[in-house]
């Protein structure tokens, strides 16, 4: 109760004023109207949300080409400094950041609390990057000095989507300013209290006006305009595969550069020389955290035969125990699902898991209805053909196939249109070391749930993305080559 009092103080001034646009450092109302948005907790609406088009995008991306030079032309130190000073503001204001996120989106607080302070690393860690971002190399010829050098692409656009919406907006937004880029970012409908306020910790922290702007609205229509922008050079898009071909087809007019992070099917493989007890905590996590909205998460359980009685047992007794309740409740663990839309998708694959064939082994239920809340679920005896193991529910929902032999694990893992992640649980070095090779995912971890470390590549293959993120990969993205011979 006391967290719903603090949200209470926190929610006052967008009760009171909504949320508007924010660009070149002023807030404009918008010509598109508003919108509503919505908590998941209990269905209220939060507040009004100015709905952008295309005449405040517009403006949006005249404000980052103005700011553009001023901030390329920054000193790296400058902007390493004014990043850090975003990174402080972030965990300053990590619980107001936290609650908020909690009540937008439905996530459980024990998740959001370390999701945001994620933020403030990601502008930590892409600060310290800056100066060396631009550095070239000299690459000398018998008759030239070949000289090259990064430059930043120009203003880009951020389109992300409305799961763990802060820590994501952070992990495109970072990098982009650290490359010296400017950024209209556009998030997503469903989730925009907390970018809102990244745009206000960025402007106290020094960032100039125009360096970062923010347009509210719908994909079909701001988030469109943004892709199609002729000003804006890139667009660092996360969201759903069928939106990643939308964006590659809406930026073809102005040749635009895309870097798409999608979605995913991801399956995790326990074979029976594995330590169990371990495996069994890892499959819980990577599907029961963050509400299963969550790109990396292991939706396909593959477990060997021998062992799938025993470990599904257990997982049913764990899965019946996750606590379903009330976002800031510490003790949640699975808070509502993000909106009524997402609801009825999600909770339309329990009789889609049954009329397949398959054995609804845990939950498969809703829980009240106050809110978008679902029990964890698992799905038994499925096989990868059906549809709860070919499309990404993402929810708390997790479809678990049994295989024989090695062979049968790997066909199985890689016949899926997707290739994010895949999370491997053995104890045979060597096996280790062949399935990886063969397993079709941008990110694989070996014996351990999904664990970042910043400076590793981050992205997908097949329909998961295109394009990668991390360490110097953001800075491909975000920055140009150039190249400058000197005849000697
Ligand atoms: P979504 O694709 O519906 O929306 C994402 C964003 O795109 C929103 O801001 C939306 O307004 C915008 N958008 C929609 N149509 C558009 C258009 N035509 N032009 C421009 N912008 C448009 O995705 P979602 O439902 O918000 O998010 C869930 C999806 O995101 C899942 O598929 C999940 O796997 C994926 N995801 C991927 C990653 C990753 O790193 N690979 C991370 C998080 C989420």
């Known amino acids: 109760s006391q967290n719903i009092e603090r949200l209470d103080g926190f929610l006052t001034r967008f009760r009171a004023k909504g949320i508007r646009h924010r660009i070149a450092g002023q807030d404009r109302g918008g010509s598109g109207g508003t919108f509503p948005t919505i908590s998941p907790v209990d269905k209220s609406v939060i507040c009004d949300v100015a709905r952008g088009d295309a005449a405040d995008i517009d403006a949006a991306a005249q404000a980052a080409a103005a700011a553009f030079a001023g901030w390329r032309d920054t000193s ?126 960025a402007e106290e922290a020094g960032l100039p006006p125009g360096a970062l702007n923010m347009v509210n609205g719908f994909g079909e229509d701001a988030g469109r305009a943004l892709c199609e922008h002729p000003l804006i050079r890139a667009i660092a898009f996360v969201g759903e595969s069928r939106t990643g071909s939308l964006i590659t087809k809406q930026g073809a007019d102005t040749l635009k550069r895309n870097h798409l992070e999608l979605g995913g099917k991801n399956p995790v493989i326990v074979f029976d020389d594995a330590d169990l007890d371990r495996a069994l905590d890892a499959v819980i996590f990577m599907i029961y955290s963050i509400n299963g909205e969550r790109c990396t998460s292991s939706s396909r359980l593959l477990v060997q035969d021998t062992i799938r009685e025993e470990f599904e047992a257990k997982l049913v007794e764990r899965v019946n125990n996750i606590n379903v309740g009330h976002p800031l409740d510490p003790a949640t663990e699975i808070g509502p699902l993000i909106s009524e839309e997402h609801f009825n998708k999600v909770t339309s694959y329990f ?8 054995t609804v082994a845990a939950g498969g239920e809703t829980v009240g209805d106050a809110g978008y809340f679902v029990r964890p679920t698992l799905f038994t005896g499925a096989s990868n053909d059906m549809r709860i193991a070919r499309e990404e529910i993402f929810g708390p929902v997790l479809t678990a196939i049994p295989f024989k032999t090695e062979e049968e694990a ?49 992205g997908g293959v097949k329909s998961s993305g295109i394009g990668r993120d991390g360490g110097d990969w953001s800075f491909e993205f975000y920055m140009e080559q150039k190249h400058i011979g000197f005849a000697t």
């Open 76 to 201: 790296a130190g400058e902007r390493r400094e004014i990043l850090f000073n975003v990174a402080a503001g972030i965990e300053a204001r990590a619980e107001e950041i936290a609650l908020c996120e909690c009540w937008d989106t439905g996530q459980a607080l024990r998740f959001m609390s370390k999701a945001a302070l994620r933020g403030a690393e990601n502008f930590r860690y892409f600060a310290d990057q800056v100066v060396q971002a631009r550095d070239g190399q000299h690459l000398k010829s018998p008759t030239l000095m070949n000289v090259t050098t990064r430059v930043p692409i120009g203003p880009v656009g951020v389109i992300t989507p409305w799961n763990t919406p802060f820590m994501l907006s952070t992990w495109k937004i970072a990098p982009a300013l650290a490359a010296g880029c400017t950024v209209v970012h556009k998030p997503a409908e469903a989730s925009p209290l907390t970018a809102r306020l990244l745009v206000e910790i």
């Open 410 to 458: 790997l066909a199985l893992a890689n016949d899926t249109p997707y290739g994010l992640t895949g999370y491997v649980w053995t104890n045979d070095l060597t096996r280790a070391l062949r399935f990886t090779d063969q397993l079709e995912a941008g990110m694989i971890w070996v014996n351990s749930e999904n664990v970042r470390h910043l400076p590793t590549p981050f």
């Open 351 to 358: 009789d889609i898991a049954r009329r397949d064939g398959a």
